[in-house]
């Protein structure tokens, strides 16, 4: 547990030796090439994962090319043939160490001499943080491989955070470090070099992916795209929700997506008969699709064949966003306060001022599908101005807080503003409370969409949308529908199991129909209270002007 632990502060999670081998073949690293003649690189190396199969596809290579016999008795010419065919970088020096033993005891196997091995190892192994290699870029790769590092930004320190955003544009928001890792790779590919990359798939529609798809878009041709959400291709046990891309310089071609739901031989086998050769599989755990033309500028990357592009484009074309006019609905999210178990209480057990007492709703009060309230207040500890309350005038707050200064004081947010320390994440709009609005929790299969009448202040695990122009019921109804979720999982990042996230960035991209009389308005809010979801159906196909055949091909992908 404590080995898994360091891994995941690192970002670092070994890749199983059959994922390996598919990404090298896909990537076109076979020892059927004289591979000695090529160069490729591969950023965080660890303890070699990648590396020992490309040393052994690469030394199979230089035998099928050269005399066996004569190999390596002369020194000299072998490392000079095969010198600049390996660059590998790793910032972590212990596992620094445990790769150079793994390169030397593979490299050991051939029979090599060691004093040659021991040169090799030196050119080849480079112990250094690769986002500050090779910037600016000097030195190009044929081939870029290997599995980036997953570290949240916040885990850096400062001075990394500040470097790193000034050199790799790409970093945008709260991009993970894996962000740069693309696009260093990218920078640093020859005129007809590719890259291939095993990582986690957030970047291809969450927000913070939006300057690294530009980038990609703008100038690389996605070959390959494999979704492997459901499978375990690390060796530990972790949700990463990863995929395999290849990516090469230019924009023209097509693309090939996979969809694996296992990883048995059969399936790395039909998987590179498809994506090296377009082949046709008929399998349940395999969905593919072949894209003549790749996304636009930061479009997300919606990945689910061409019919449901079709669909969202027709809609897309036709309604405008839940937050235009004429529907002018806010979208957010609810207060993040960094401490919950110390914000979050019960007036029967903690002795607090009223007046900095607001009721909040959380996602496990909705559970049932209405609000079924927990009896927790969130404390307010600002003004209406948005500066914070005074402590002296607070007595039994200030007695409450200095109770838990110490851990409130950890909090980031406390320590970036030291004469701040209690105030939460977020800060707390009190009008907020009485706005009538719909909840909607963060991880669902569904849609849960529940009413407040405007009796509770929403809390971080829960979304919130208003009516804008709306009759809050109608608008609560039609959001229950397919349409709906077809946005969501259009666009969503997808979790194990068929989750989606309903998080603000997608709830932004629904559209909503226009021109909508009274009487379908009174019809969704009855259909809605009766629990008829097939009328709601019905009437939401006739609102967005779908045939029986696009609608039953909604329900069908959605479903």
Known sequence: MIELDQKKRSGSYYTKPEIVSLILDILGYTSEKPLFEYSLLEPATGE???????????????????????????????????RNAICSIEVDSLKYEKLRKNIFETLNKYNIPQTLITRLLDQWLISTDFLRWNKPVVQTFDFVVGNPPYIRIENLNNIDDKHYRRVYPTLYDRADIYIAFIEHGLEMLSNKGVLSYICTDRFTKNRYGKEIRRYINGNYHVVHFVDIHNTQ???????????????????????????????????????????????????????????????????????????????????????????????????????????????????????LESDILLPIVTKDDIKTGQVDWSGKYVINPY????????????????????????????????????SKWYKTIDRIYPERLSIPKLLIPDIKSKNLVVLDSGQYYPEHSLYYLTAGSWDIQALQALLSCSIVKFFIWSYATKMRGDYLRYQAQYLKKIRLPTDISIDEIDLLKMYYHSGNLEGIEKLAQKLYSLTDDEMNDIRDLVN
């Open 233 to 351: 291709p690390f060796v530990d046990q972790v949700s990463a929700y990863p995929c395999i891309f290849t990516l090469q310089k230019g924009s023209e071609g097509i693309s090939r997506t996979l969809k694996l739901n296992a990883l048995s031989a059969k399936q790395l086998e039909n998987a590179r008969s498809y994506l090296l050769k377009g082949e046709e599989i008929v399998d349940q755990d395999f969905s593919s699709h072949t894209l003549k033309n790749w996304f636009i500028g930061s479009d997300p990357w919606v990945l689910n064949g061409e019919r449901a592009r079709e669909l969202l484009h027709k809609i897309e074309q036709s309604y405008p966003l839940i937050t235009e006019a004429p529907h002018n609905i806010h979208v957010g999210i609810g207060v993040a306060t960094g401490a919950n178990d110390i914000y979050l209480v019960k007036p029967n057990e903690v002795d």
């Open 383 to 418: 003004k209406n101005d948005g500066s914070l309350v005074d402590l002296e005038k607070y007595p039994k707050l200030m007695k409450y807080l200095n109770m838990h200064q110490e851990r409130l004081k950890a909090r980031s947010t406390a320590k970036n503003s030291p």
């Open 48 to 82: 070699g994962a990648f590396l020992v199969q490309v040393v052994e596809r690469l030394i199979e290579s230089y035998k099928r090319y050269h005399v066996v016999n004569t190999l390596f008795s002369n020194q000299d010419y072998s490392f000079h043939l095969l």
